[in-house]
């Protein structure tokens, strides 16, 4: 930024001056030559906007489930698209700079001297998304969703090609953040605004419209990102809030330029485009399904996908996207208490049988153990062979056995009495 302290500024009409503080100089020139090869600032924001919507894009994709690489596979049919539908609206919107008395056709065909609409460029870049994705079998309103702030960045990125082009700016102003238009001359001394070289001369100073919406469009980018985080949007919604909120600030700031267009009834195409594309996407908004698609319905899929105008087919898919989601929700939401439960039937069941063999053990002795049918008694004769063992080494010497055979215990009594019954006759 250019710093003036009561400078006088020059304008066009080369009699009026205004004391400043400050002006946004506009760069010297935006094309260098390598050679025969033109460098173009203009191509070089387009193509850093692409490439940063891609990447951002594809990480967006995979923070949602959806396969890695699925937005660089779909780019390649959408950005071709995007660039003729841009140029094909600009031409018809301003289809007397190449058809009318003074017109050349033939320059309408010479996308590298600027020109490009947006309206254009989102209504068929989405008509090579919708062929890519019904390629690929991935859904289009999912992948909408995933893009939709990387594009509005990519937009705000290529506005600075309007910057170095001098071109899509305002009416004329006096305020501090006026953007400066400078006179542009090439080789041979021709006035050439979009190709030459600057002479320092002001031309005029006017609003920095190109400004006012890279600021609109990045407040509305992190309005999406905080949008999408808490409320989890799907279906094509968030790509509805983006086109309806860009909308919004181009409507204004298109208020702001007088420079030559088309217009219906005093008015400029451009704002009538606008209003109509926010009700159009607003309605969407209200109308499409609510909540967020599935990691699994990310995937690729050999199923038929509805198209995007489908309202009932994606409310449809969305109510079994819901239905799956919650019910994803509530099994991973099992109580602990329900898997203890689950753990510890196995281990009860375990001690009911042990507990049972040693009733039979204690109550009947080996010999009851034998008479059980074949299967059934080798599982029990097991855990009454296995039980005493047990016992014995947690005893391990600190209390007597007291799971031994109950035969012995009989033996020692009837001794016992058998000696009790001598004492008695020797008395």
Request: aromatic share 10%; glycine share 10%.
């Amino acid at each position: 930024m250019t710093l003036r302290v009561l400078a006088d500024s020059v304008l066009s009409n080369g009699a009026v001056t205004a004391d400043v503080l400050a002006y946004i100089p506009s760069p010297s020139q935006g094309v260098w030559h390598i050679g025969p090869f033109p460098l173009r600032a203009y191509a070089l924001c387009i193509i850093l906007g692409i490439v940063v919507a891609i990447w951002w894009g594809e990480r967006r994709w995979q923070a949602r489930g959806g396969q890695k690489g699925a937005i660089l596979d779909v780019a390649m049919f959408a950005v071709p698209f995007g660039l003729v539908g841009g140029r094909l609206y600009h031409v018809a919107t301003d289809w007397q700079k190449y058809f009318g008395a003074d017109g050349h056709p033939i320059d309408a065909l010479k996308i590298y001297q600027g020109g490009l609409g947006i309206w254009g460029a989102v209504f068929l870049g989405g008509v090579g998304a919708w062929i890519g994705c019904r390629v690929y079998r991935i859904p289009l309103p999912a992948l909408g969703d995933a893009i939709a702030p990387p594009i509005l960045l990519a937009q705000a990125i290529g506005r600075l090609g309007n910057y170095f082009n001098q071109e899509l700016y305002g009416r004329k102003t006096d305020l501090p953040w006026g953007l400066e238009i400078y006179l542009r001359f090439d080789d041979q001394g021709k006035l050439d605004m979009m190709n030459g070289v600057s002479t320092g001369v002001v031309d005029k100073v006017v609003q920095p419209t190109f400004l006012y919406e890279i600021i609109w469009n990045l407040l509305i980018v992190v309005l999406l990102v905080q949008i999408d985080k808490r409320f989890r949007i799907g279906h094509g919604r968030l790509f509805a809030l983006y086109v309806a909120g860009y909308c919004l600030g181009r409507f204004f700031v298109e208020l702001l330029r007088d420079d030559e267009a088309t217009k219906i009834a005093g008015i400029r195409i451009n704002s009538f485009t606008s209003a109509l594309v926010f009700l159009a996407a607003f309605a969407y908004f209200v109308f499409a399904t609510k909540g967020r698609e599935t990691a699994d319905q990310l995937q690729p899929s050999t199923v038929a996908r509805p198209w995007p105008w489908q309202i009932g087919a994606l409310r449809a898919a969305g109510a079994e996207s819901e239905a799956a989601s919650k019910a994803a929700a509530a099994a991973e939401a099992v109580p602990p208490k329900h898997s203890a439960g689950k753990d510890a039937e196995p281990a009860a069941d375990k001690d009911a049988e042990t507990e049972s063999t040693d009733h039979v053990s204690d109550r009947n002795g080996a010999d009851t153990i034998a008479d059980e049918p074949e299967k059934a008694g080798s599982s029990v004769g097991e855990s009454a062979t296995e039980k005493p063992d047990l016992t014995k080494s947690e005893n391990s010497g600190n209390e007597p056995d007291t799971t031994g055979d109950n035969s012995k215990e009989s033996e020692t009594s009837d001794a016992e009495q058998g000696k009790v019954g001598i004492s008695k006759k020797d008395d």
